[in-house]
Each structure stands twice: as structure tokens, then as C-alpha cells.
């Protein structure tokens, strides 16, 4: 297995400041970057595509359920301040809050994920999808975007510049996530979260499927893949063996590309790699953010 660690002095600009990336950000663009040219050298008009999970992958921490580190709350999750911003009609004031942090969420959690994901969008049923948009995206502006792993930033606008489409796969709720398009320019019709019906405007509570998480996210990448005239996965960055190794192991394994191009997968922060993963990815450690917390 590979491991790349390490801290680069590599200063690149993001929103008007700069950030530190860590010294493996710039050998994966190349890596990443040398298999699209093989690719266009053949198919001069292909759209080559980078698959990212979301929490853990390119924001420290979760948010839908924050982050906390040595016993204190770094930032909360976007459940609990949406309960407390009155957006959810089960969940009311503290008592809500305690209600679904510490009681239904944890106990839908351990029993299986499928069933608990789908709850963190439920709860937002009959709220204005606008209006959820509106208070995220200032979330992210005011203090969600300080906690973005600073190589992974460096990495998804390295690649977009050079012409790679980066798209979002995330376990989280699409309405949560969607909120990070300004701060990360990334398009809005490239973000795929736990997705519900939106009707008239109002957020309701049927799931659309399949979840992206574990294998759902495999499916939901290959649909964008085959949809798109002349699309390839590059590049899959995740952090959890248990909910993106599937779709980081497509990319590595999948069909023959053009040319003799690879796939590149890459697990950060995901520790020792059960034996059925073993010698597929790329595993680096991260662990600087854009700021302000890293400054």
C-alpha cells in the first residue's frame, strides 16, 4: 500500500485568503491530470469526471452532525441548527434538539444506515426549499467553509481548471450540501445528496433513490457517466471503507479506459484497509483546513 503523508509549502488563493496544501495534493493532480491527456491524446472531446464524497472527504467533519474534537464542538451540524431555526415540524426548541441528536438519530443509526440518512432530509418537510437554501449557504459563508481540508480544495479546482468535472456524492442531505456550489464553484447539477421530493416549492418527505451511500453511489455515478456523451471517471475521493470504498474501488477496476489511462482513487484519513482493499488506493492523512481554525 501506498501512503503519501506529509506538509507541501505550496500557497494557492481561495475566497480572497491562501491555504497550505499538504505535499501529496500536487503529485495526485499530476497523476490524475496525465491520465486525462492519455485519454484526450484518443478522444479528443472527452469530459473526464472526479467523484468526491462530501463529509470527511472535502469538509473536516459532518454537516449534517458537525464536528467535535477532544470533548468540544468545533461547529454544529446543520440538523441541529435547523431544528433550532424552527425549519422541522417533529422536532421543536432544545427539547427537539436532544430529542434527535442524542435519542432517534443515534438509534435509526445502529440499526442501519439506509434508515437513518433518509431522516436527517425528512425532518425539513414543509419548510421552503428556498428558505433552507438561503440559511445553509450562509452557514457555509460564515463558518462551514473555514472547515474544508485545504488539500482537497487545492485538488477539485486544480482539477476543474484543467477541464475535469467534479462531482459531489454524499450520504448527506442534498439540500445541506447543495449549499457548498458558491464556496467550492462547483454547479449546482453536480451535487447528488439524500434527495426528497421537492412539490410547489416545499420540501416533503418522499426519498428519491437509490441513496448515494455504499453501493448507491456506485449506481448514481455510473448514471452520470453514461449520460454524459464521452464521459469518464478519472478520479473517486472518499474517506469511510464502509460507505465509499464501493465506488473508489470502481473507479480503479472499472472497464479499460482509452489509451492505457487509470483510474485514481484516493481514501483520506480512512486508517488501515480491510484486506479486500488492500493495494487499491491512494491513503493519505489531511488534516489542515482552509482556516480560520488552522491559522
Known sequence: MKRLVGIGLLIVGMAGGSFAAESHADQVIAT????????????????PMAFWDFDGTILKGDVTTGLK?????????????AIRNEFSPYYKGEKGVEEFTRRDYPHLRSL?????????????????????????????DESFAAWYFSSSVRILRALEEAGVENHILSASPELFVLAARKTLGIPADRFNGIRVAIDGGVVTERIEYPLPSEGGKTEILQRIVRST?????VAAFGNSYAIDAD???YVVTQPPLPNGAKGTSMMINGGNPPPAYEGLFLCVQQDDVVGPANK
Open 229 to 233: 456523451p464521452h464521459g469518464y471517471a
Open 247 to 249: 465506488f473508489l474501488r
Open 69 to 81: 474534537e477532544s470533548g468540544q464542538v468545533r461547529y454544529a451540524g446543520m440538523a441541529e441548527l
Open 112 to 140: 442501519a444506515r439506509w434508515l437513518a440518512y433518509p431522516l436527517n432530509a425528512q425532518i425539513l418537510c414543509g419548510t421552503r426549499a428556498a428558505t433552507i437554501d438561503a440559511f445553509c449557504i450562509r452557514q457555509f
Open 32 to 47: 490524475i491530470l496525465e491520465n486525462v491527456k492519455k485519454i484526450k491524446e484518443v478522444v479528443p472531446d472527452a469530459v
